[in-house]
């Protein structure tokens, strides 16, 4: 759960980034609306992982390396609605564990349908039939989704096949 996540994406941070000095960074026209930031977006919470990633401030096992407030890490000091907090770095963790062991067990499968809705005009149609007929599949149900589930529990890049 983001404490800070905004309901709406109006004020919300989309982006991050570290300057040379090594400072957190947050560029004023990536708030939606130019406003103030009220919260983080969904982009904006990965870049701000990966940010505190690359600074040391967040290991790769989700846990912070510093004390920090009370309210999580503060990306603006001086603003609490900015803070990453522990309960949302492990959220963002377990999404992306899902999302990587869901592609490691079904990589051949997706990837082979992407090939075809790219390369084929005809395709676009058969996706529009086979959507309409998908069904829920239980990952933790598929032998080996749960450990690899597990092993991308860690923060760190994920290996991209080219």
């Not at 905004?6 to 130019?34: C, K, W």
């Not at 349908?113 to 039939?129: D, F, H, T, V, Y």
Request: proline share 3%; aromatic share 6%; with cysteine.
């Amino acid at each position: 759960m983001l404490t800070c996540f905004p309901f709406n994406f109006a004020d919300a941070i989309s982006a991050m980034h570290r300057e040379q000095a090594g400072q957190l960074y947050r560029d004023p026209q990536t708030v939606f609306g130019g406003g103030e930031a009220c919260g983080l977006c969904g982009s904006g919470l990965i870049d701000a992982v990966a940010v505190l990633l690359d600074a040391g401030i967040l290991k790769a096992s989700g846990r912070f390396a510093v004390t920090c407030a009370a309210a999580g890490y503060l990306l603006d000091p001086a603003d609490t609605r900015t803070a990453v907090t522990g309960t949302a770095a492990e959220a963002f963790q377990r999404a992306k564990a899902a999302a990587a062991a869901a592609v490691e067990v079904y990589a051949g499968a997706t990837l082979a349908g992407c090939e075809m809705a790219l390369l084929s005009p005809e395709a676009k149609n058969r996706l529009i039939q086979i959507a309409r007929n998908l069904s829920l599949v239980n990952g933790s149900l598929v032998i080996g989704y749960e450990d690899l589930h597990i092993e991308e529990l860690r923060l760190r890049p994920i290996a991209v096949a080219r």
